[in-house]
């Protein structure tokens, strides 16, 4: 195994398919409201408003491992055989873990991070692999360029499921529409 290198994953949209669990938490509980206002306090769940607290209770309910995108646990494990592998999620820990619970075993805890910022906790993040090679798996562009920014020696990988035409002077160094396209760049990232 190559310990020189670590492929970063971020949770939601990349390695969870946090739409499905929206969409399933509002056609069970919320059919009585409408879609855009459910969707509007999912934004912000910190508040103390009795229709949170509802869709936070919902939410548990029905949040698990089973939701993990076809392909994640083949990819997680063959990856996890040839390189480090790690969590870089934006959430609340409990409810991030409780999402990749059944492949928890492929990813170290110092390899695990987890923060409601996860902006603002970048650098120290990257600080950590400074003698490494540095993948990171995102749906989010901002991620991306923020951690390119804060070292350009990082290869950056945008997760673009719905094939978004990203109007922006930023390219990430791979575009993948799944985690099974980064088969075909295997040989980059296990080098
Ligand atoms: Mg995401």
Same mark, same amino acid.
């Not at 669990?21 to 059919?31: A, G, P, T």
């Given at each position: ?75 997680? *494990?063959?990856?996890? %055989?040839?390189?480090? !592998?790690?969590?870089?999620? /934006?959430?609340?820990? =409990?409810?991030?873990? @409780? ?67 990203? *109007?922006?002077?930023? %390219?990430?160094?791979? !575009?993948?529409?799944?985690? /099974?396209?980064?088969? =075909?760049?295997?040989? @980059?990232?296990?080098?």
């Amino acid at each position: 195994m190559n310990k020189n290198t670590i492929v970063l994953f971020d949770i939601d949209y990349t390695l969870f398919d946090t739409k499905s669990l929206k969409d399933i938490v509002y056609e069970k509980y919320f059919q009585d409201i409408e879609k855009a206002l459910f969707l509007e306090n999912l934004k912000n769940l910190s508040e103390e408003t009795p229709l949170k607290k509802r869709i936070r209770e919902c939410l548990w309910k029905e949040v698990g491992s089973h939701l993990l995108y076809p392909e994640t646990l083949e990819i997680i *494990e063959e990856f996890s %055989k040839k390189v480090l !592998v790690g969590i870089f999620s /934006k959430g609340h820990q =409990k409810f991030q873990r @409780e999402k990749i619970k059944s492949i928890k075993k492929f990813f170290e805890e110092e390899n695990t991070h987890i923060f409601l910022d996860k902006i603002s906790k970048l650098p120290e993040v990257l600080a950590k692999y400074l003698d490494k090679r540095i993948f990171i798996v995102d749906d989010s562009l901002e991620v991306l360029i923020e951690a390119k920014s804060i070292n350009p020696k990082v290869m950056t990988i945008l997760v673009d499921r719905e094939g978004k035409n990203f *109007e922006n002077n930023f %390219k990430p160094d791979i !575009v993948i529409k799944n985690l /099974k396209e980064l088969e =075909k760049h295997k040989i @980059e990232i296990y080098a």
